[in-house]
């Protein structure tokens, strides 16, 4: 769950969030419109993870089309070999960017394959969070719309 | 029968899940023949357990495909347990369980 | 089989000399898949049978990507239960086509007594109707589901379809196929052989068409377009709707002919529908 | 080929519409193009999604009262026809051409 709506809830229901706030380590990745509904990728990652500041490294190795067959269903995967605690997925271009977090337990591998709907053509980055840093990799995927099979 | 189908396979103490859930994931965005747009409808929180311990847990927007798919691994071994639900905006709720491979 | 079939063609050829002046239904192959041999030298010919992605390495990738969980399994379940569901007569469609209804390679076939092609969808719906049941739409929906559920139990066996050569109505029929495939048509004016064989592989607008070598092998399938099933006959609908051409009645006899026809030219390919396609 | 087909199907829209300029009602003359399209379609089988929305939009811009259109709209539909009997006619023997060398 992203800190900062932890807080929120914190500050309005006193007593009953203090356990939540406690064990903020065992939280899961949590639905919110604070995250999903944001029109700017930079705040959906703020409200995600309490930051925005994002340094791009090659151990975030995203998969995506350069040219997606077709725009309804983008096969996207990400994964890295850093220890990671979440890893996200914003689409540029989208409405709202962000598209999906997921949260890595320990145990878990750091990687997640999904299959996204993108608009038009538009960069995606793939996020990952390791030792409370933002690591990030992106690239573009071009999305054509017409022609017999479209 | 379930909305969610799962593969899950014990590949060298890895276990490698695959889930592909019926679902419309309806954006907001279209509409419908009369031209009034279809509400949206779409899973928010997708979370995996097993024998009783979260292994994975997700966050989906409207940007997800119809029918989501979702790939991931974790340490584990086959005969484990492992349970995948899904809860949507509407608050509906479904789930699976299955045997690791 | 490439060898085979260019060797029943040899063949032929030696017995009598004017077997190559009126060039016969395994000639057509023959020359058929040559085309795209020598068109797409890349690709190895057991490959055609996968559409489009046969031909282009990069929409490949995605496609194995949905392929590692693809969206007609949900349809290939649905079609099971169909398929085992007792008739008010006591009868399923597992008393026509056997427990695991793996009969894609019979069709389709020349029925001789009837004097036409018979396809797969035609026959389920025949043993629907046989045994009192309600004939299923034969472009997509339940249908699909059971057509998806046989080809799937189906995956493997090879395209071997017959012109038999005691009835010369069964190459008139796919003589009408094979009209229908070299013919312009629509608005648009274009043949399928104008998109799927001269220009095969090249872009029309933004989509690379599909080799017509291999477009009969991997039905039904899951577009991405469609969001859902269909069958064959939808598919050629659609074809015929994007040139602007009325299309025809699924499974009347014009398409059962062209399936004839696609199907014969695919022959020595594998059935492995169902499948997910752009 | 798509332009050429345009350029064809203009001039015959051109031709035709000189042909029966003055003579007869509007309806009269959409009803001439839908018969014209039955006629094809039985003699020759060959039938275009085209033509049917244009005699669609001929009889709507009738109904609409703007006479103007509607024949104008009905004689584009019988150039389409004329347009498809010779496709019908050129490809009776042009489709051996497109065979496989």
Redesign the interface.
Same mark, same amino acid.
């Given at each position: 769950m992203d800190r900062r709506s932890v807080l929120k809830i914190a500050g309005a229901v006193s007593a009953a969030t203090a356990t939540v706030f406690a064990m903020p380590r065992m939280a899961f990745a949590a639905y919110s419109d604070a995250i999903f509904k944001q029109k700017a990728g930079a705040d959906a990652l703020q409200n995600a993870y309490g930051a925005n500041a994002t340094t791009p490294s090659d151990q975030v190795k995203l998969k995506a089309p350069d040219i997606a067959e077709n725009g309804a269903v983008v096969p996207v995967s990400v994964e890295t070999d850093m220890e990671a605690e979440s890893i996200a997925i914003l689409i540029t271009e989208n409405p709202s960017p962000m598209a999906i977090t997921a949260d890595i337990p320990a145990g878990t591998k750091a990687m997640v394959k999904t299959r996204c709907r993108m608009g038009k053509t538009t960069q995606v980055t793939a996020v990952v969070k390791s030792g409370g840093k933002l690591y990030t990799a992106s690239k573009e995927v071009k999305v054509t719309i017409g022609g017999c099979g479209g | 029968m379930s909305s969610i189908r799962i593969k899950a396979k014990d590949r060298k103490g890895l276990v490698d899940v695959k889930c592909l859930m019926k679902h419309n994931m309806e954006t907001g965005l279209r509409k419908d023949k009369s031209g009034k747009k279809i509400p949206e409808h779409w899973i928010q929180d997708v979370s995996a357990e097993s024998n009783g311990k979260t292994v994975f847990s997700a966050a989906f927007n409207t940007s997800i495909s119809k029918d989501p798919y979702l790939s991931f691994a974790f340490a584990g071994k086959k005969g484990d347990s492992l349970k995948i639900s899904w809860k949507d905006n509407t608050g509906a709720t479904d789930s699976a369980e299955t045997v690791i491979k | 089989m490439k060898k085979i079939i260019s060797q029943v063609a040899f063949g032929l050829l030696g017995l009598s000399v004017s077997a190559a002046v009126v060039a016969g239904p395994s000639e057509?192959r023959a020359?058929?898949q040559?085309?795209y041999e020598n068109r797409f030298p890349d690709t190895p010919v057991a490959d055609f049978q996968n559409g489009?992605y046969s031909i282009l390495p990069?929409?490949r990738?995605?496609?194995e990507?949905?392929e &590692?969980?693809p969206?007609y399994?949900?349809s290939i379940?649905r079609g099971e239960e169909i398929y085992n569901k007792t008739f008010a007569n006591g009868m399923s469609l597992a008393s026509c086509f056997g427990d695991d209804g793996a009969v894609r390679e019979k069709y389709p076939h020349w029925d001789k007594d009837r004097g036409m092609v018979v396809t797969m969808e035609l026959a389920i719906n025949e043993c629907l109707e046989a045994n009192g049941e309600k004939p299923l739409k034969y472009k997509k929906g339940a249908m699909a589901d059971v057509s998806a559920f046989m080809s799937y139990n189906s995956r493997g066996q090879i395209l071997n379809v017959e012109i038999p050569s005691d009835d010369p109505r069964a190459l008139a029929a796919y003589e009408m196929g094979k &009209?229908q495939w #070299?013919?312009?048509?629509?608005?648009?004016?274009?043949?399928c052989?104008?998109?799927h064989?001269?220009t095969a592989g090249m872009? #029309?607008?933004?989509?690379t068409?599909s080799p017509g070598f291999g477009h009969a092998t991997s039905w039904p399938v899951f577009r991405?377009?469609w969001?859902e099933m269909g069958t064959l006959h939808r598919r050629f609908a659609g074809?015929h709707?994007?040139i602007?051409?009325?299309p025809y009645k699924a499974q009347g006899e014009?398409y059962r002919n062209l399936e004839y026809f696609v199907s014969y030219m695919s022959n020595g390919l594998e059935f492995n529908g169902p499948a997910a396609?752009? | 080929m798509n332009q050429g087909m345009k350029v064809i199907t203009l001039g015959m829209a051109l031709m035709s519409s000189v042909a029966f300029a003055g003579n007869g009602t509007t309806a009269e003359h959409i009803e001439a193009a839908t018969a014209a399209y039955k006629q094809v379609a039985k003699d020759t089988g060959y039938q275009w999604t085209v033509t049917v929305k244009t005699i669609k939009a001929a009889q709507k811009a009738l109904d609409a009262g703007d006479d103007q259109s509607a024949r104008q709209l009905a004689h584009e539909a019988m150039a389409l026809v004329e347009a498809t009997r010779t496709q019908a006619k050129v490809e009776s023997d042009n489709w051996k051409m497109r065979l496989p060398k």
């Open positions: - | - | 057509d020359a058929f040559k085309f489009v990069a929409a990738e995605q496609w990507a949905i &590692e969980f969206p399994e949900l379940e &009209e #070299y013919t312009k048509r629509g608005q648009l004016n274009f043949a052989a104008d998109c064989m001269h872009l #029309y607008r933004a989509d068409v991405a377009k969001q074809c709707n994007n602007r051409a009325n014009e396609r752009k | -």
